[in-house]
């Protein structure tokens, strides 16, 4: 087989690269551009974890190539350091430690004294995590618990507002992560993230879309009271079911104020065991903490009127291929992901376990609650109504 010629990528190119891949674009569909496999792509990618790196630029005071030009064209013709720099409106130290360090007056070149300042440069500034060791070991144990970077970063600035030495920005702990050349984070914390992939990847890479089938007499999304919208009262639930390997599954309900999840055993995903687990369910809140309950279009939730007449919940589905109208369960899932990874047996678990389960993802703190936990915003919610 006649080996391909190896290819030396351009800035351009690069960039090129670099806004498809922030688009959400596949390594397969970027490499097609330049008519080359997936990895030859990868490997650049990779270097810095998929994170697009700051372009550099030079300082402000550094000299210019135009001003290395005229010191070139200044020392050919004998002309001293004190008239060059009077010239260039430059201190004669900053001309004569350029010619020093390229070499001298009789060597100096304006091409290279220009690459080699600007090849000098190039001193990456230190991450903050591996400047504070006592810093990094506490975003480290954090992570070991499953909470996420921004988590981190929220909490850090609530336990110390007016301490920035004890704060990080979540991007700094990503970047920690997935650039190890920083050496602050080990890769092996990688597997505590939501999405245990090894480079990081755009928002828009994919979008869950399908139409889990129809249902009769549903009541749309759409005639769901303002109430339910913008979230102003507690007691209104969203829910979808939780695949794994064997045909397995769990129901996942979170309250849309609080964030507050549970988790539902289910012996099958059929309409008549999904319905019963759920109203089994229901009846552990109080009646103003479940009020209604907002679901995908999955034919598990066929059934939905018998869930309605047991508990007095009104169920509202969600438009077809409009999952995201429930967007709060689907991100729970996501997080849930990291407790039962794909391919996860979930018929093992008992209620108990799953039980537990949801009591760690309930003690994380939540950025659009502030930082504050849903169980702390829950158990407002159950003094309010008692």
Not at 73 to 98: D, F, K, Q, W
Not at 306 to 334: K, M
Request: glycine share 6%.
């Amino acid at each position: 087989m006649k080996q391909r010629r190896r290819i030396y990528y351009s800035e351009s190119q690069k960039a090129l690269m670099w806004d498809r891949w922030q688009q959400g674009e596949s390594l397969q569909h970027i490499a097609q551009l330049f008519d080359r496999n997936h990895s030859s792509i990868q490997g650049i990618l990779a270097q810095t974890g998929g994170i697009r790196p700051a372009p550099r630029k030079r300082a402000r005071l550094a000299l210019t190539l135009t001003e290395r030009e005229e010191i070139s064209r200044a020392l050919a013709v004998g002309n001293p350091i004190r008239c060059i720099a009077c010239h260039l409106g430059r201190a004669p130290s900053t001309i004569s430690r350029e010619i020093r360090r390229n070499g001298g007056c009789a060597s100096y070149r304006a091409a290279d004294a220009d690459q080699a300042a600007w090849d000098r440069a190039h001193r990456p500034k230190r991450c903050k995590l591996v400047e504070n060791p006592a810093l990094a070991q506490i975003v480290a144990d954090r992570l070991q618990r499953q909470w996420s970077p921004e988590q981190i970063a929220g909490w850090l600035k609530r336990e110390h507002p007016h301490d920035e030495r004890n704060q990080v920005s979540h991007e700094t702990i990503y970047r920690s992560l997935f650039i190890q050349a920083r050496g602050a984070l080990k890769k092996e914390l990688l597997a505590h993230l939501r999405r245990t992939r090894a480079m990081r990847r755009s928002r828009h890479h994919t979008q869950k879309t399908e139409d889990h089938g129809r249902i009769t007499d549903a009541i749309s999304i759409r005639e769901r009271p303002a109430t339910v919208q913008d979230r102003a009262v507690p007691g209104h639930w969203e829910g979808d079911l939780l695949c794994g390997s064997k045909n397995s599954q769990i129901a996942t309900l979170v309250e849309r104020q609080t964030r507050y999840v549970m988790l539902v055993k289910l012996r099958s995903k059929d309409t008549g065991s999904v319905v019963t687990a759920l109203i089994k369910q229901a009846h552990k809140l109080p009646t103003m903490l479940y009020q209604s309950l907002t679901w995908d279009r999955g034919k598990e939730l066929a059934d939905h009127k018998r869930f309605t007449l047991a508990t007095d919940i009104q169920v509202y589905f969600c438009d077809p291929q409009h999952p995201w109208q429930r967007g709060t369960n689907e991100n729970t899932n996501g997080l849930l992901r990291q407790y039962f990874p794909k391919g996860t047996d979930l018929s093992g678990y008992t209620q108990a376990e799953l039980d537990a389960v949801a009591g760690r993802l309930n003690e994380r703190p939540r950025k659009t609650l502030g930082y504050e936990t849903p169980a702390e915003r829950f158990q407002q919610a159950v003094a309010s109504t008692g």
